[in-house]
T-cell receptor
Framework: GAVVSQHPSRVICKSGTSVKIECRSL??????MFWYRQFPKQSLMLMAT?????????EQGVEKDKFLINHASLTLSTLTVTSAHPEDSSFYIC?????????????FGEGSRLTVL | AQSVTQLDSHVSVSEGTPVLLRCNYS??????LFWYVQHPNKGLQLLLK??????LVKGINGFEAEFKKSETSFHLTKPSAHMSDAAEYFC????????????FGKGTTLSVSS
Protein backbone atom coordinates (compact mmCIF):
# COMPACT_ATOMS: atom_id res chain seq x y z
CA GLY A 1 0.00 0.00 0.00
CA ALA A 2 0.93 3.65 -0.27
CA VAL A 3 3.20 5.03 2.42
CA VAL A 4 2.99 8.39 4.12
CA SER A 5 5.89 9.46 6.28
CA GLN A 6 5.80 12.10 8.98
CA HIS A 7 8.79 13.74 10.59
CA PRO A 8 9.58 14.27 13.37
CA SER A 9 7.66 11.64 15.31
CA ARG A 10 8.25 13.47 18.56
CA VAL A 11 9.31 17.04 19.25
CA ILE A 12 9.68 19.02 22.43
CA CYS A 13 10.05 22.77 22.22
CA LYS A 14 10.00 25.83 24.40
CA SER A 15 7.02 28.13 24.51
CA GLY A 16 7.26 30.85 21.87
CA THR A 17 9.26 28.88 19.36
CA SER A 18 8.03 27.52 16.03
CA VAL A 19 7.97 23.88 15.01
CA LYS A 20 7.72 22.41 11.52
CA ILE A 21 6.25 18.98 10.83
CA GLU A 22 6.73 17.34 7.46
CA CYS A 23 4.39 14.96 5.71
CA ARG A 24 5.66 13.07 2.68
CA SER A 25 3.98 10.63 0.33
CA LEU A 26 6.80 8.21 -0.40
CA UNK A 27 5.61 6.24 -3.39
CA UNK A 28 2.77 8.24 -4.85
CA UNK A 29 1.80 11.80 -5.68
CA UNK A 30 -0.72 13.40 -3.39
CA UNK A 31 -2.61 16.36 -4.76
CA UNK A 32 -4.45 16.68 -1.51
CA MET A 33 -3.22 16.12 2.01
CA PHE A 34 -5.06 16.56 5.27
CA TRP A 35 -3.84 17.64 8.67
CA TYR A 36 -5.54 16.38 11.81
CA ARG A 37 -5.09 17.06 15.47
CA GLN A 38 -5.81 14.46 18.10
CA PHE A 39 -6.13 15.13 21.81
CA PRO A 40 -5.52 12.29 24.29
CA LYS A 41 -8.16 9.59 24.07
CA GLN A 42 -10.17 11.59 21.56
CA SER A 43 -10.94 11.39 17.89
CA LEU A 44 -9.19 13.12 15.06
CA MET A 45 -10.14 16.70 14.36
CA LEU A 46 -9.60 17.93 10.82
CA MET A 47 -7.56 21.11 10.90
CA ALA A 48 -7.06 21.85 7.24
CA THR A 49 -6.99 20.51 3.72
CA UNK A 50 -3.74 21.10 1.91
CA UNK A 51 -3.78 21.38 -1.87
CA UNK A 52 -0.60 21.32 -3.91
CA UNK A 53 0.19 24.70 -5.36
CA UNK A 54 -2.60 26.59 -3.64
CA UNK A 55 -3.59 27.89 -0.24
CA UNK A 56 -4.80 25.46 2.36
CA UNK A 57 -8.44 25.36 3.38
CA UNK A 58 -8.81 25.66 7.13
CA GLU A 59 -11.65 24.31 9.21
CA GLN A 60 -13.68 26.67 11.33
CA GLY A 61 -11.91 27.64 14.50
CA VAL A 62 -8.42 26.79 13.29
CA GLU A 63 -6.09 29.80 13.23
CA LYS A 64 -4.43 30.18 9.85
CA ASP A 65 -1.62 32.31 11.20
CA LYS A 66 -0.97 29.87 13.99
CA PHE A 67 -0.87 26.73 11.90
CA LEU A 68 0.88 27.48 8.64
CA ILE A 69 0.46 24.87 5.95
CA ASN A 70 2.53 24.65 2.80
CA HIS A 71 2.07 22.10 0.05
CA ALA A 72 4.86 22.99 -2.31
CA SER A 73 5.08 19.70 -4.16
CA LEU A 74 2.99 16.64 -4.89
CA THR A 75 4.86 14.65 -2.28
CA LEU A 76 5.37 17.11 0.57
CA SER A 77 3.15 19.12 2.85
CA THR A 78 4.39 20.93 5.95
CA LEU A 79 2.62 22.15 9.05
CA THR A 80 4.36 24.87 11.04
CA VAL A 81 3.08 25.63 14.52
CA THR A 82 4.13 29.22 15.07
CA SER A 83 4.84 30.72 18.48
CA ALA A 84 3.89 27.47 20.12
CA HIS A 85 2.29 27.44 23.56
CA PRO A 86 1.57 24.57 25.94
CA GLU A 87 -2.03 24.36 24.73
CA ASP A 88 -0.70 23.48 21.27
CA SER A 89 0.72 20.26 22.69
CA SER A 90 -1.02 17.48 20.84
CA PHE A 91 -0.67 14.60 18.40
CA TYR A 92 -0.69 15.84 14.81
CA ILE A 93 -1.45 13.42 11.99
CA CYS A 94 -1.35 13.95 8.26
CA UNK A 95 -3.01 11.90 5.57
CA UNK A 96 -2.98 11.75 1.81
CA UNK A 97 -5.33 10.42 -0.79
CA UNK A 98 -4.49 8.42 -3.87
CA UNK A 99 -7.55 9.46 -5.75
CA UNK A 100 -10.74 11.34 -5.16
CA UNK A 101 -10.85 12.10 -1.48
CA UNK A 102 -14.38 11.08 -0.76
CA UNK A 103 -14.33 7.73 -2.47
CA UNK A 104 -10.77 6.63 -1.97
CA UNK A 105 -8.74 5.44 0.90
CA UNK A 106 -6.72 7.84 2.98
CA UNK A 107 -3.19 6.86 3.96
CA PHE A 108 -2.06 8.21 7.29
CA GLY A 109 1.32 9.18 8.58
CA GLU A 110 2.55 7.81 11.89
CA GLY A 111 1.81 11.07 13.63
CA SER A 112 3.93 13.69 15.36
CA ARG A 113 3.67 14.28 19.08
CA LEU A 114 4.35 17.89 19.98
CA THR A 115 5.08 18.87 23.54
CA VAL A 116 5.45 22.56 24.30
CA LEU A 117 7.09 23.37 27.61
CA ALA B 1 -25.22 16.86 7.23
CA GLN B 2 -23.13 13.83 7.83
CA SER B 3 -22.38 12.38 11.21
CA VAL B 4 -21.14 9.16 12.68
CA THR B 5 -21.81 7.77 16.13
CA GLN B 6 -19.80 5.04 17.76
CA LEU B 7 -22.10 3.65 20.38
CA ASP B 8 -19.46 2.34 22.76
CA SER B 9 -16.45 4.27 23.95
CA HIS B 10 -14.86 1.15 25.40
CA VAL B 11 -15.33 -2.55 24.66
CA SER B 12 -13.62 -5.32 26.62
CA VAL B 13 -13.45 -8.91 25.43
CA SER B 14 -11.51 -12.02 26.24
CA GLU B 15 -9.06 -13.49 23.78
CA GLY B 16 -10.82 -15.91 21.45
CA THR B 17 -14.28 -14.40 21.90
CA PRO B 18 -16.18 -12.39 19.26
CA VAL B 19 -15.75 -8.66 18.82
CA LEU B 20 -18.56 -6.24 18.01
CA LEU B 21 -17.89 -2.52 17.63
CA ARG B 22 -21.00 -0.55 16.81
CA CYS B 23 -21.32 2.39 14.45
CA ASN B 24 -24.32 4.33 13.20
CA TYR B 25 -24.15 7.03 10.56
CA SER B 26 -26.21 9.82 9.17
CA UNK B 27 -25.81 11.00 5.59
CA UNK B 28 -27.93 12.75 3.03
CA UNK B 29 -26.66 10.58 0.22
CA UNK B 30 -25.19 7.14 -0.23
CA UNK B 31 -22.09 7.38 1.90
CA UNK B 32 -18.74 5.71 1.80
CA LEU B 33 -17.90 4.16 5.15
CA PHE B 34 -14.59 3.12 6.62
CA TRP B 35 -13.16 1.53 9.73
CA TYR B 36 -9.65 2.54 10.77
CA VAL B 37 -7.52 1.17 13.59
CA GLN B 38 -4.99 3.14 15.60
CA HIS B 39 -2.42 1.56 17.88
CA PRO B 40 -0.92 3.72 20.65
CA ASN B 41 1.08 6.68 19.37
CA LYS B 42 0.69 5.52 15.81
CA GLY B 43 -1.11 6.70 12.72
CA LEU B 44 -4.24 5.11 11.37
CA GLN B 45 -4.52 1.98 9.30
CA LEU B 46 -7.49 1.16 7.11
CA LEU B 47 -9.28 -2.02 8.14
CA LEU B 48 -11.99 -2.00 5.52
CA LYS B 49 -14.23 0.24 3.45
CA UNK B 50 -17.70 0.22 1.96
CA UNK B 51 -18.24 2.15 -1.25
CA UNK B 52 -21.66 0.97 -2.54
CA UNK B 53 -20.55 -2.46 -3.67
CA UNK B 54 -21.18 -5.56 -1.55
CA UNK B 55 -22.87 -4.78 1.75
CA LEU B 56 -20.73 -7.28 3.64
CA VAL B 57 -17.19 -6.03 3.55
CA LYS B 58 -14.18 -8.11 4.54
CA GLY B 59 -11.08 -6.39 5.77
CA ILE B 60 -7.66 -7.18 7.08
CA ASN B 61 -6.86 -9.24 10.19
CA GLY B 62 -10.16 -11.12 10.06
CA PHE B 63 -12.41 -8.10 10.54
CA GLU B 64 -15.58 -7.54 8.59
CA ALA B 65 -18.45 -5.07 8.60
CA GLU B 66 -21.96 -5.09 7.22
CA PHE B 67 -23.58 -2.02 5.72
CA LYS B 68 -27.28 -1.93 6.69
CA LYS B 69 -29.02 0.99 5.07
CA SER B 70 -32.33 0.37 6.84
CA GLU B 71 -30.58 0.61 10.20
CA THR B 72 -28.00 3.20 9.10
CA SER B 73 -25.38 1.00 10.69
CA PHE B 74 -21.92 -0.24 9.83
CA HIS B 75 -20.88 -2.44 12.74
CA LEU B 76 -17.42 -3.99 12.85
CA THR B 77 -17.06 -7.63 13.84
CA LYS B 78 -14.44 -10.30 14.26
CA PRO B 79 -15.20 -13.91 15.19
CA SER B 80 -12.27 -14.37 17.55
CA ALA B 81 -10.32 -11.60 19.25
CA HIS B 82 -6.55 -11.66 19.47
CA MET B 83 -4.41 -9.80 21.96
CA SER B 84 -2.93 -7.75 19.12
CA ASP B 85 -6.40 -6.41 18.29
CA ALA B 86 -6.29 -4.16 21.34
CA ALA B 87 -6.34 -0.65 19.91
CA GLU B 88 -8.54 2.35 19.14
CA TYR B 89 -11.05 1.90 16.33
CA PHE B 90 -12.63 4.70 14.35
CA CYS B 91 -15.72 4.54 12.19
CA UNK B 92 -15.52 7.11 9.42
CA UNK B 93 -18.05 8.41 6.92
CA UNK B 94 -17.65 10.40 3.76
CA UNK B 95 -20.26 11.83 1.51
CA UNK B 96 -19.05 12.19 -2.06
CA UNK B 97 -21.85 14.47 -3.13
CA UNK B 98 -21.46 16.73 -0.15
CA UNK B 99 -17.86 17.33 -1.14
CA UNK B 100 -16.39 17.17 2.32
CA UNK B 101 -13.52 15.34 3.85
CA UNK B 102 -13.90 12.36 6.15
CA UNK B 103 -15.89 12.62 9.34
CA PHE B 104 -14.52 10.57 12.22
CA GLY B 105 -16.44 8.96 15.02
CA LYS B 106 -15.17 9.49 18.54
CA GLY B 107 -13.52 6.11 18.62
CA THR B 108 -13.93 2.86 20.51
CA THR B 109 -11.15 1.48 22.65
CA LEU B 110 -10.95 -2.29 22.37
CA SER B 111 -9.33 -4.12 25.26
CA VAL B 112 -8.51 -7.82 24.97
CA SER B 113 -7.74 -9.87 28.05
CA SER B 114 -6.09 -13.26 28.18
Amino acid sequence: GAVVSQHPSRVICKSGTSVKIECRSLDFQATTMFWYRQFPKQSLMLMATSNEGSKATYEQGVEKDKFLINHASLTLSTLTVTSAHPEDSSFYICSASLGTVNTGELFFGEGSRLTVL
Amino acid sequence: AQSVTQLDSHVSVSEGTPVLLRCNYSSSYSPSLFWYVQHPNKGLQLLLKYTSAATLVKGINGFEAEFKKSETSFHLTKPSAHMSDAAEYFCVVSDPQAGTALIFGKGTTLSVSS
